[in-house]
DNA sequence: TCCGTCATGATAGTTTTACTATCATAATTG
DNA sequence: CAATTATGATAGTAAAACTATCATGACGGA
């Protein structure tokens, strides 16, 4: 089996994790740790005990916390973008291709073995926890302009081409997406905390059928001349 | 003019800052702080100095800085659900009051004299900016359980009920407006920060059109029969 | 094989945050 | 007038979020 490499804008690090032993580790341990802990309680100090090695260490890849939590979540999407790429290979009908991208997005995530290191459950499970957490931030716009959210940006984009083609006249390609990625995650979060909010199920497979379901619904309807 | 006091949930709070001269100070000035600072330079310490008290006076009001971040949230929505009520008065036409209440939410805030010490603009752009933080947090569940989010449950389940009754048959009313909700300050936030996931021109008067014009659309398709 | 560089580890130190505790004092209330 | 209670003043602690320095060991080239 191939082991796959996402490509990350070099802005999201100081040194590339992904090109060594440290790294790697830092990598695959902080995403544990931090599906485990929390993001707040997270800190480099309980990482550098758990994979036996020092603050200073983990300093020298990332600059701070906040910038790994944007590296995972810029992760995750270039991860969600390829797997909808290779969904949609050869599929020429644009509304085919639209709702097999809806379905990868709400589906529940399992281990991807063309990326060994990487527990894509957990990450997920940050990723609808925390990921408000990359951009909610007195930086955003600096963060932005050093193009740390181009991976979010180009999976949205991907998407807003599809509505285009089926219907160009509807106003709002980008809005419906960037809403429908965020609710995507929003409702399954709901399901388990705040089940008022959501008329999904709290068992989680039960959830992601109705999470597909909602999305299709919201998007075709939308987007229906 | 009369001044309104908004009924707060007493787990929010260790000493009702409605009730004291200084309570209300940490409240007229916290909003203002955390509008400038963002929510994660903002501490109470800061806080004192500026309203020329003490730390420890704080924290006998407020647990910490997240529960304060929660009864901001909890009181912007309650504001907001305040104002359905209001403006949906004798209003019979069930479509008619979905239609208010999507354009109070969706309309530019400006200051409401009933409420003289706060600046809902400002926090307006808190709840924009912050509010996931104060969910977005492993102790979510007994925050929860303390009944710290009725204000936002509230009003999502009065408009919640007008879409049942506008369409019975509807499957997700719940998930329907909590998506709206979400999306109509995301997309205020894309449009200032990150454009390229909006369709929102940068303008924020603009902005507020579009996002009626976006908002209504969405509803009132996802529900047609 | 020797030299240089470079990644990592070990250690220590700083500032700030997020509290907690104690005591004095001033205002209010019964 | 006594008792309570809100606030202020001050101090202190543990942890977080870094920064700095130096030693060591591996590795790659000459």
């Known amino acids: 089996m191939t082991t796959l490499r996402l490509l990350m804008n070099p802005n999201l690090f100081l040194r590339d994790p992904q090109e060594t032993e440290l790294g790697r580790k830092i990598l695959e341990d902080s995403i544990l740790l931090i599906d485990e802990l929390g993001f707040e309680k997270f800190t480099f100090k ?108 180009s999976l949205c984009h991907k998407i807003a081409t599809y509505i285009v ?24 979060f709901y399901a388990q905390h705040l089940p008022s909010l959501t008329d999904f199920t709290g068992d989680s497979t039960c959830a992601n059928a109705q999470n597909k379901e909602f999305l299709k619904e919201i998007v075709f309807k939308a987007i229906s001349k």
Chains 1, 2 share one sequence.
Do not use: C, M
């Not at 509807?170 to 409702?187: G, R």
């Open 46 to 153: 309980k990482l550098a005990l758990k994979i036996e090695s020092t603050e200073a260490s983990i300093y020298r890849y990332f600059e701070n916390k906040h910038k790994l939590l944007v590296y995972l979540n810029s992760w995750y999407w270039s991860w969600v973008e390829y797997r909808i790429d290779f969904s949609t290979q050869n599929i020429l009908n644009v509304a085919d291709r639209l709702e097999i991208a809806l379905k990868i997005i709400s589906e529940k995530k399992v281990k991807d073995p063309f990326f060994p290191q990487i527990d894509e459950e957990a990450l997920d499970r940050i990723v609808i926890a925390e990921s408000d957490k990359a951009y909610q931030t007195k930086q955003v716009d600096e963060d932005n302009k050093e193009g740390l959210f181009l991976g979010y940006k």
């Open 165 to 188: 083609e089926i219907n160009p006249e509807f106003k709002y390609p980008n809005s419906l997406v960037s809403t429908v990625l965020q609710a995507s995650h929003q409702q399954l």
